[in-house]
C-alpha cells in the first residue's frame, strides 16, 4: 500500500505543452507521407497522360488502300516481277512517315507460304503522285512498286502472298492478295 501511495503522490501527467509536441510530430510525419503519395499519383497519371496521347497519334495515322494492286509479271509470264499499289492517308489521321532510306525508316515485309521477309530498302520505293516528301499526309498519294525478283521462291500462278508496309509510327498497312491461274502482260490482282 505504501508504493501505491507513493504513486500517487508522485503522479506527475503529460502537460499540454507535451502533448501538442507528440501531436504535431504526428501531424508532420503524416504530412510527408502524403505528400509523398500524391507525387506519385500526380507522377504516374502523367506518364500514362503520355503514353495514351502516343497511342492515340499512332493509331489515328493510318493507311489506306487505293485503287487497283497491279502485278507485271516476268517477260515469259511465269512469275510477278513487281507489285504497284497506292496509298493515301486516312482523313483526319497524323502525318506517316514513308521514308525508305535514312533513320525511322518504314519497312516493306512480303510473306508467302514458302518465305517470309523484310524486303530491302532496294527493292521497294515509294513515289509522290499527289503531295512530296517523306511525310504522307491527308490528302496525299503514294505509289509503292515493290521488286520480286529476290524472292528465293518466286511469285508464280495460283499463289497466295502478303504485303505488310510498316511505317515508324502508325497502323500497318495489309494487302492479302493471290495471283490468277495464268499471267497477261498487267495483272490485275483485285
Known amino acids: 500500500m505504501y508504493m501505491m501511495r507513493s504513486f500517487w503522490k508522485n503522479d506527475k501527467g503529460i502537460t499540454g505543452l507535451e502533448t501538442a509536441i507528440v501531436l504535431i510530430a504526428f501531424v508532420v510525419v503524416a504530412a510527408v507521407f502524403a505528400f509523398a503519395v500524391l507525387t506519385t499519383g500526380l507522377l504516374s497519371s502523367e506518364q500514362s497522360k503520355e503514353e495514351i496521347i502516343q497511342s492515340l497519334e499512332a493509331t489515328s495515322s493510318t493507311l489506306q488502300l487505293r485503287?487497283?494492286?497491279?502485278?507485271?509479271p516476268n517477260p515469259g509470264l511465269t512469275q510477278i516481277?513487281?507489285?504497284?499499289?497506292?496509298?493515301?492517308?486516312?482523313?483526319?489521321?497524323?502525318?506517316?512517315?514513308?521514308a525508305n532510306s535514312g533513320s525511322g525508316i518504314a519497312v516493306v515485309t512480303y510473306i508467302d507460304e514458302n518465305q517470309s521477309r523484310n524486303l530491302s530498302t532496294s527493292e521497294w520505293a515509294a513515289t509522290w503522285l499527289v503531295g512530296s516528301g517523306n511525310l504522307l499526309e491527308t490528302g496525299e498519294r503514294v505509289e509503292f512498286t515493290v521488286t520480286?525478283?529476290?524472292?528465293?521462291?518466286?511469285?508464280g500462278t495460283s499463289s497466295s502472298f502478303k504485303i505488310e508496309v510498316k511505317p515508324l509510327q502508325g497502323a500497318v498497312l495489309n494487302i492479302d492478295k493471290a495471283t490468277p491461274a495464268e499471267f497477261n502482260t498487267i495483272?490485275?490482282?483485285?
Not at 67 to 72: A, P
Not at 148 to 155: E, V, W
Not at 187 to 190: A, D, R, S
Open 81 to 98: 516481277d513487281t507489285i504497284t499499289f497506292q496509298v493515301t492517308n486516312s482523313a483526319g489521321g497524323g502525318a506517316v512517315n514513308l
Open 67 to 72: 485503287g487497283s494492286i497491279i502485278g507485271r
Open 187 to 190: 495483272v490485275n490482282l483485285n
Open 148 to 155: 520480286l525478283t529476290g524472292l528465293s521462291t518466286p511469285l
